[in-house]
T-cell receptor
Framework: GAVVSQHPSRVICKSGTSVKIECRSL??????MFWYRQFPKQSLMLMAT?????????EQGVEKDKFLINHASLTLSTLTVTSAHPEDSSFYIC??????????FGPGTRLTVL | QKEVEQNSGPLSVPEGAIASLNCTYS??????FFWYRQYSGKSPELIMS????GDKEDGRFTAQLNKASQYVSLLIRDSQPSDSATYLC????????????FGKGTLLTVNP
């Protein structure tokens, strides 16, 4: 299957700071990618969908000004959590679609906001 | 609201037994169905995909789909302790936006 990398794997930050998470597809070009959030003992919740070169589409209840997504190229997408607060602490996971229904997930980023 | 429901578990089976995981979905227009395995602290990894009614086998795993009943299941034969994980059912609705809706997952424990 396709390889997706995510960086950093773990980050701890102070409340009010911004955190950028990078997601790269290493062996294919992805036109569509997804950002998910997973709280402990809960399932994956889709935050937004983005297509290369266009604005992201956010799910209901997800603040687009707080979670900035940049899908700069077919192999790179970034999620910036702006002015992070403790309630933003979660496991953030990206995934790429290779143009089929299959999604390939990155290894995830554990964000802890103090 | 598209929903995907899984048996809540946790499910505990002895090593070598068959583990049966179930999932129902609300969107009758759903086209594609997936089972992901997620180890604690890790991201999901794809186990099986199924698109047509019936069974699909891959090694020790068999996915079963019944669109009329809006039901999809995963059977794990000869369960191993390494199969202990949370299993997520994911459904893609009709259309071409590739969005998946995930169930809450079923925690499976295989006891040696």
């Amino acid at each position: 299957g396709a390889v997706v990398s995510q960086h950093p794997s773990r980050v701890i930050c102070k409340s009010g700071t911004s955190v950028k998470i990078e997601c790269r597809s290493l062996d294919f070009q992805a036109t569509t990618m997804f950002w998910y959030r997973q709280f402990p003992k809960q399932s994956l919740m889709l935050m937004a969908t983005s297509n290369e070169g266009s604005k992201a589409t956010y799910e209901q209840g997800v603040e687009k000004d707080k979670f900035l997504i940049n899908h700069a190229s077919l192999t790179l997408s970034t999620l910036t959590v702006t002015s992070a607060h403790p309630e933003d602490s979660s496991f953030y996971i990206c995934s790429f679609s290779d143009g089929t229904d299959t999604q390939y997930f990155g290894p995830g980023t554990r964000l802890t906001v103090l | 609201q598209k929903e995907v429901e899984q048996n809540s578990g946790p499910l505990s089976v002895p090593e070598g037994a068959i583990a049966s995981l179930n999932c129902t979905y609300s969107d009758r227009g759903s086209q594609s169905f997936f089972w992901y395995r997620q180890y604690s602290g890790k991201s999901p990894e794809l186990i099986m995909s199924i698109y047509s009614n019936g069974d699909k086998e891959d090694g020790r795993f068999t996915a079963q789909l019944n669109k009329a009943s809006q039901y999809v299941s995963l059977l794990i034969r000869d369960s191993q302790p390494s199969d202990s994980a949370t299993y997520l059912c994911a459904v893609k609705g009709g259309g071409s936006n590739y969005k998946l809706t995930f169930g809450k997952g079923t925690l499976l424990t295989v006891n040696p």
